[in-house]
């Protein structure tokens, strides 16, 4: 026993030289500054009220306890917050702006990298510009726009999920148009006009063609917007009023706002909140890194 | 290739329109909602901020009343928004301050990240990944876990901390301290968004020749000469372009600081000052000429970077 230590300390003198050293500390301040909030928020989504609230800080709950989950999910709980509807929402939410921003953008982006047309560059550029527009720019003008529309149409602005997913594709179609017009160029072009020449129409090149050698650039397109709708929360802050309407960053919003703050039912949402978030991204990351550099999640 | 060009020739002029045509019936929706929902509005904020526009004639917007620079002037005299002094900076100054020192930290750090992981060690792919986790982790969720982290109950991490090191007897609000709370929202800024500026500067180091570094050791550079004669030159062009859309963004944020302290203590920067003229005064014309305020300044300062830092950088 004692051998096996001695020469594991041995070994670790003989490894351990400055620049290990202060490289090791440094790798672990790294992880461990990143990693703790994320620790703290799914161990505090554990802990009883009189751990939270406590005289000192309880770093290890002392077990798995469900009150704050079930606050948020057990109807028969005094403070039933409901959160199934929230989750629920935020799907409804993200799914189709997912889906919808990479049907367009795969239109648009084939359009750019493949056809010539006139306007091309300038269309290209302006749609660029939104990288310039703050969000809180945009939301007065489209706030009382759509206001004043849905007036005339008959349609509620607020509490009106399918008007977020429009804001919601208005700003996530540009970097997905970048993304996906980039990966377009890198496909070759004598590819398509091979199909072509064998008689295949534009649709059905870019059908059997170019979109299953595009895959990896489908997933990260649907993958950042599925994000950006998923965490937004300025928009759905302003558009949704009724609590049954809220997404969930907004639901988290209200439940920390609460006259009795109650921190581990914040953490048990957030919790939920970000576990897929975090999955996604782990499963998708080589699909999604480039993506990342290239489009940033704005912000 | 040849032949089938020639068998395509007759039918050529009606396949480039076609084409053309096509293009266009692709592009449209994409350009439709980007032009309706981000292009437009953009130009009508510009005239909702020369106009009366508020809650009682929301449903007749586009017959507001004309009142020239009255929402500016409104802007420019508010306690909110003019510095008076170092203890009250007003939302200009604080603005400025703010996407300022959070884009430098964010970029030190990234740097420091984007160096360790340039180094070939065992882990580095997850250890690359779990340093993505800020960036990708909802802002509502990586907010909340930071304010109750500076939580001013005595069970808040902090404050149990500081407490038990003895360097404070009483727990302490930190994010309800002037100054302390602004220093606290740029600190989450680098933390939540040094991945960025990791990604971006890890994959121009990764491109650099190994042979200039083993050229400069036959030299006798150390490790500091490497890395200020060789890293720094190298990294150069992508560190401005960093900086850039950083700072740009940074500029723009709302949510984060809006999340951490709701804009209070000397933290309302533009963005909220602008949310709240708009959705908690309702006075849509002052919150529109705030946002204008805000992005004249970053189109100066924009004008101003590219014009002279981007030139000497490609030179």
Redesign the interface.
Known sequence: MSDSKKSFIGHLADWLTWRRFIFSATLIFFLSSILFPFYWMVSSSFKSKAEIGGRTAVYVPSTLRLDAYKELFDPNNPSYQDFGRNIINTIKVSVPTAVIAVFLSVLGAYAIARLNFRGKEALLNSILLVYLFPGVLLIIPLFAMLARIGDAIGFNVQDNLGVLILTYLAQTLPVALYMLTNYFRTIPDEIEQAGLIDGCTRLEVIWRITLPLAIPALVSVSIYTFMIAWNEFLYALVFLNDHNMFTMPIKINTIFNDPSPRPNVVMAASTIMTIPIIALFLAMERFLEEGLTAGGVKG | MDT?SSAVTPKWGTL?TR??R???L??T???V??F???????I??V??SFHD?GLHN?????HAPYIGFENYIKVFKDYAFKFQGMQSWGAAVTSVVYAFTSTILTMIIGL??AI?LN?P?RGRGL?R??????????????A??????L?P?????L???L??LNMIDLPKAYLATRGLALVLVIIFQA?RYFP?AM??IL?RLQAIDRTLYEAAEVDGANTTQKFWNITIPEIRYVLGAIFL?RL??T?????DV??MTGGGFGTKVL?VL??EF??RLFD?GR??AT??I??LI??IF?VFYVRTVMRNVEE
């Open positions: 089938s480039r084409e053309a096509l293009a266009w692709l592009i929706p994409t350009a909602i980007v309706g929902l981000i292009i437009f509005p953009a009508f904020s005239w909702v526009v929301l449903n007749d917007v586009f420091m990240a360790l180094h060690f250890t990944a779990v340093f993505l986790f800020p960036y990708v982790a909802p802002v509502v969720s990586i909340f876990v930071w304010r109750w982290i939580d109950r005595p069970s808040g991490v404050n149990d901390l407490m038990r933390w960025f990604l971006m994959a859309l740009m963004w500029f723009n944020k709302f949510d809006f999340l963005p602008t949310y708009s959705f849509f919150g529109a946002a204008m805000l992005l970053l189109v924009m």
